[in-house]
Each structure stands twice: as C-alpha cells, then as structure tokens.
C-alpha cells in the first residue's frame, strides 16, 4: 500500500512539474501589445540563472545577443517572502516546488519594443532552448471583464439582494445569524479599477486600495472605451464589503479585517501580471484572492485567467502557501475537458477554487455563457445581483456615485462563491483558530454545496450553501459546547403569519430585538425595538408581502410576513 502511494505521489508530482510546458502561448485577441516572459528550465542551481543558462547553451547566448534582449526580475517577490511561502507550502505537506520556480521567471526586455508578430517569434524561438521551461505572453492592454452587460429592473436594496438568503442563495443570512461577517479575514481583488468615490466604497471599513497605485487616465476619462472597467471592481467589491448602516447595499463580509483592491492598469501600464504578484506579496495563508479576470483561449473565446502559463504559476505557489484563490471561468462557453486544453490540463491542478455561472433559481443550471468543465468546482449567480456601478438599475439624483446595477456574468459569480469562503473561513478561524487550506476549502463547497441542475455535461459544479458547511465544521470538530465561541442562530417566530392588524416577535431567548419591517421593493415601512409577544401595530400597512430584519445587536436574521 505504501508503495503505490509513493507511485501516486511521484506521477502527481510529474503531473505538476514535469510535463512538457512548451507551445502554450498566444496573442491575445485584438490587443495591439504584448509582454513576454521566461521560465527557466530547473536544472541549474546557480544563483544567477539567467547567466548560466546563458553560458551554458552557447546558441541561446547568441539568440539573446542577436535580438538584443535582456531580462529583468519584475514579480516583486523578495527572499524573505519567498521563504515564508516555502514553509507555509511544506506545513501544507506540498513539495514547495511552486515557489522555488517563481525566481526562475523573468520578463523579457526588448530594444527596440517588438510588435506582436516580434514578440511572437521571441516566444517560438525561445521554445527551441531546452534551458527555457516555457514562454509566455500577456497583453499589455486590459481584457475585457468578465461581464454580461445586460440589465434588469427588480427591486431595490438588501431586500433585492435575495442571493444573501436560503435557496436558490447561499444563505449568507445563516452566518449573519451567527454573529459571523468576515472577522478577522483579509480579502484581496485583482480587477480592472475602481470608482473609489462611490458610496458603497468611500470610507468603508474594510474596504481599502493599495497606497501609490493609480488608475491610467484611459480609465478615468468618462470618454474612454475603458472608462466602465471601474465600475466592474466597484460592483465586485460593494457584493463583499459595502457596509452594513441602511444605506445601500449590505456587503455579504462587512465585519472582514481587510479588503484591498489591486491595479491591473495603473498609471504607468496594464500589466497583469504584477498586479496578481502584488496581490500574493500582500497575503499570508488563510487570506482570500479573487481573479476578476479571464483571457483568451480556443479562437480567443473566454477562459479563467490561468491558462497562461505564468498566471497558472503564479497561482500554485500561492495555494501552496495556504492562500486562498477563487478565479472566475471566463465568459467563453468553452469546455475545458476538449482536447484544445489537454496541455492546459496536463500541468495539473493549480489549487484555485474555480467558478463558472449559474441560475439564480433552484434548478441552479448553467448559463449560456460559462465556460464549464471537469477544472470548474463550484457556481454563483451569473445573473440578477444587485451591486453598485454602471447605473443600469438605478441612479440616485444622478450622481454618478449613486449607481447601482443588476451584476451578471462569471464576474458576479465569483464573489457569490468568495462570500460562501470568507464567512466559512471566518467561522472556522474563530472555532478552531485555525484556517482552512485551499483544498480543504474547495472540497467543504463541493461536498455541502447545493447540486447543479440542467444538463450535468456541462459541469460547473454545486452553489455554495454556508449553513450546511458550517453545520458540518460543527459535527465534524464537535465544537457545540459551553465554551462554544460563536453563539446559536438568532431565531425569531412572527405569528400571525399571514396577519391583518397586528404581528407579535417571539425570540425564544426573550432577549429586546431591534426590527425593520420593508416591502419587497426595499421601503421601509417600519421600524424599532420589541421584546417577545408585544403586539406591533400593522394595520396601517397595504396588503402584500414584507421582509422583517431582525437584530439583537450582533446576530441579525431576515424572515418574511404576509399582511392580508
């Protein structure tokens, strides 16, 4: 038995690091510049790797002398960073190979800059060196997000925000009930920009931006073509960390340590690759990324971002470490599992919990648009979430800050499924004070996830349900007892239900509940604070149906009534 683990154990390894990695590069589609990277092969264990490859393969020296190209080191991880990767990696029982290889990547510089058929035949020819793992090329002008741009009047607010209860959502209402929203996780997303201005991000704990990043005016300039990529991080990140205060959104991790937005365009370039290497110098194990991002792969339909080569890197070192990735599919209706992707699929799995789009019903099937296959884990909403940005649903007193829109597309699945991540890791830290490591998290999702509805051949996975992964955490770490740190569930019974003129409250633990009684369109229509069986005067209200959000100060639960 032992031996055919260490079988096992060496093919995964092969898998992972040993396939032949070459001729997986392309121009990205309507882009008119691109960057180019090497990975150097391994097999040298000089410091300066660059040089003795280089004087080992006389040919590849000439190359490199002919073309006038030099290499510059330009990921940004430090010794020290690398080092602390590499022992969080072994702790995590991984070889620690991912990280060795991320100081064997270098970017080529080119003098005079190559244009498109330049840098491809830099990349053909580099391949032709068995001192060169792979080539890579990336655009140096942003790709388009991930979004659907379509639009739907529905209504407004938290109310509207039905992907937070139970199915068809992920009842993040569940954890709210706990008393969880995100303490003491740290939330990363790479993204296109963002409107730092508008309400849902302006002074929002934990909402933050890194410090001396700034969007390229391509972005800023309402007349640039680009302009609205902010408005993709903007609905991204108001989904996770608007603040919880009756205005607005509510964010599904409002109480999260930190939630920091990374640049890929910033004032001196578009430059993806930096902006993911920032984003992992940035994190330790147990924090969340999101890749907001996707690329070109069969005739440039959509991807996830990793099938570049260097992205996929970058990626296994970071879920090596304990880190955390949740990457968006990609738009591109591709399957995965086609033979156009075995080299892809040859490298292994990268650690990344992948979303592709679904329903938001309970069929919870895929969306025309998803990319899907065996690599895809898991599924958000692809459609009808309410975020902030683009204005498409709603804009107050037309101030461009007050925008609000129906999000869709992988973009808004992902951090559906980051909301289920963070809340469960959230949970977990605070029972166990321990994190969960991406695979531990990918497999919890999968296995308590609500299953994929429709065709099944076109698998994008199950949708996250957070109360039957808590409630497995909990049986499986036995952790319900006196000295239990995250309290019971706040649960209220409203009765009558359906009710003519008058509602009582009944909260078994007769502890005063603050309450805000709304219409399904987000008004309120009432408010304030009962203790169990008081009678609340409804009479004055129309006939219809009403959401109650109840609170007791820290746990808070969402319930519907009927006034008939």
Known sequence: MKRTFFILLIFSFVLSFGQNRKGQFQLQKNSKSHALYVCFSSSSNSDDIVANALNTNPALKEFVQKNNLSFVYDLGFDDRKLSEMTETSRKNKNSGESIKKLKRIYKVETTPIKDNEGILKLAQGFERFPELEYASILSNEPIEPPFIKTFVATPDLEASQTYLLSNPGINVNYAWSRGINGQNIRIRDVEYGFHKSHEMLVNRNPIQFETGILPNSSLTNPNSSYYNYLDHGTAVMSILGSAKDNVGLSGTAYGATEMKGFLEWTTSSYNRVAAVSRSINASQAG?????????????????????????????????????????????????????????????????????????????????????????????????????????????????????????????????????????????????????????????????????????????????????????????????????????APLEIKIYPNPASNYISVRNSENKDISFEIFTITGQQVLKGVTSTDKRLDISHLPKGNYLINASDGKRRIVEKLMKK
């Open 287 to 487: 924090d969340i990324i999101l890749y907001e991002m996707q690329t070109g792969g069969q005739n440039s339909n959509y991807v996830l971002a990793e099938y570049d080569n260097l992205i996929w890197d970058l990626t296994k070192a970071a879920t090596d470490s304990g880190i955390i990735v949740i990457a968006a599919a990609g738009n591109g209706n591709e399957n995965l599992d086609h033979s156009f992707y075995s080299a892809y699929n040859a490298r292994g799995n990268s650690g990344a919990i992948v979303v592709g789009a679904g329903t938001n019903t309970t069929q919870h099937s895929k969306l025309s648009f998803s990319t899907y296959g065996s690599r895809v884990d898991v599924q958000g909403w692809g459609q009808n979430v309410l975020a902030a940005g683009y204005g498409g649903w709603a804009k107050y007193d037309n101030d461009n800050n007050r925008t609000y829109t129906m999000f869709s597309g992988t973009s808004s699945a992902t951090p559906i499924v980051a909301s289920a991540a963070i809340l469960i890791q959230s949970f977990n830290l605070q029972q166990t004070g321990q994190y969960l490591t991406p695979s531990e998290m990918r497999s919890l999702l999968i296995n308590t996830g609500i299953p994929q509805g429709g065709n099944l051949s076109t698998k994008i996975g199950p949708l996250p349900n957070i109360k039957a992964a808590i409630e497995f955490l909990e049986s499986k770490r036995n952790v319900l007892s006196s000295k239990n740190l995250i309290s």
